[in-house]
C-alpha cells in the first residue's frame, strides 16, 4: 500500500499524559499536513511541513504541540500533558509541490485520540 | 484568509434522485476548489477538484461539481444517488498562492431506498 499511513489509529490516554502520533506520508510526496478534525465537523488545520523544514503553524497548536519531520519523510505529532479537550481525530496529509501538481492532500485513516 | 461555508448540515435523498451538496467560498485570488468524502471513522478521500478551465468538472464515483465565479459556488453533484453515497462531504479552498486547504464544515448526506 503506498497510501498515507497513521499509527497508532487509536489511542486512549488519561489526562496529563504524553501521546505521540506518527504518519508516513506518500514517499514521493514533499509536503506533509497535520490537521484536527472533531465529531461532524471539517478538518481543522494545525502545521504543515515542506520537506524537514516546518513552514506554517495554526494558532490552535498550543505549546503542548510539537511536530517534527526531522529527514523529511515520516513526521511525528507530539502532545504533552494532554487536556480532555485534546480528544479528536488527528489527520495527516501529503501533498508533492512539483511542477504541474495542483495540491490536492492525500489523507491518511486518522489517529484516534481519547483523553479520559 | 479563505474560507468555505457549506449551508446544510444535512441533505437527504432518495435512491435515484439527484444530489446536490452547496459549497460556497471566500479566498484572494482564483480559488483551487475541491470536494472530500469520508466515510465512518475513515481519513478523508478525495472527489474531484477545480483549478481552471471548464466550469463543470467530474470525478470519482460519478460526482461532479460545477464551478460558479459570480455566484463564488462550487456545488458538489450526482445525478442518481446510491445508498452507498451516504457519507460526510467536506468541501475545500486553497489559493493559488497558498498551500493550505481550508474545509468547510461538512455535509451529512443520506440516501434513502
Known amino acids: 500500500d503506498t497510501g498515507v499511513s497513521q499509527d497508532p489509529r487509536h489511542k486512549i490516554t488519561k489526562r496529563g499524559q504524553n501521546v505521540t502520533f506518527r504518519c508516513d506520508p506518500i514517499?514521493?510526496?514533499?509536503?506533509l499536513y497535520w490537521y484536527r478534525q472533531t465529531l461532524g465537523q471539517g478538518p481543522e488545520f494545525l502545521t504543515y511541513?515542506?520537506?524537514?523544514?516546518?513552514?506554517?503553524k495554526s494558532r490552535l497548536l498550543s505549546d503542548r504541540f510539537s511536530a517534527e519531520r526531522p529527514k523529511g519523510s515520516f513526521s511525528t505529532l507530539e502532545i504533552q500533558r494532554t487536556e480532555q479537550g485534546d480528544s479528536a481525530m488527528y489527520l495527516c496529509?501529503?501533498?508533492?509541490?512539483?511542477?504541474?501538481?495542483?495540491?490536492?492532500?492525500?489523507f491518511g485513516e486518522g489517529s484516534r485520540l481519547t483523553v479520559l | 484568509a479563505q474560507s468555505v461555508a457549506q449551508p446544510e448540515d444535512q441533505v437527504n435523498v432518495a435512491e435515484g434522485n439527484p444530489l446536490t451538496v452547496k459549497c460556497t467560498y471566500s479566498?484572494?485570488?482564483?480559488?483551487?476548489l475541491f470536494w472530500y468524502v469520508q466515510y465512518p471513522n475513515r481519513g478523508l478521500q478525495f472527489l474531484l477538484k477545480?483549478?481552471?478551465?471548464?466550469?463543470l468538472v467530474k470525478g470519482s464515483y460519478g460526482f461532479e461539481a460545477e464551478f460558479n465565479k459570480s455566484q463564488t459556488s462550487f456545488h458538489l453533484k450526482k445525478p442518481s444517488a446510491l445508498v452507498s453515497d451516504s457519507a460526510l462531504y467536506f468541501c475545500?479552498?486553497?489559493?493559488?498562492?497558498?498551500?493550505?486547504?481550508?474545509f468547510g464544515g461538512g455535509t451529512r448526506v443520506l440516501v434513502k431506498p
Open positions: 496529509a501529503s501533498s508533492s509541490s512539483t511542477r504541474g501538481s495542483t495540491g490536492e492532500l492525500f
Open positions: 479566498v484572494s485570488g482564483n480559488p483551487y
Open positions: 514517499s514521493e510526496h514533499n509536503r
Open positions: 475545500a479552498v486553497r489559493p493559488p498562492s497558498g498551500n493550505k486547504l481550508t
Open positions: 511541513f515542506q520537506n524537514e523544514a516546518q513552514l506554517e
Open positions: 477545480y483549478i481552471t478551465g471548464d466550469n
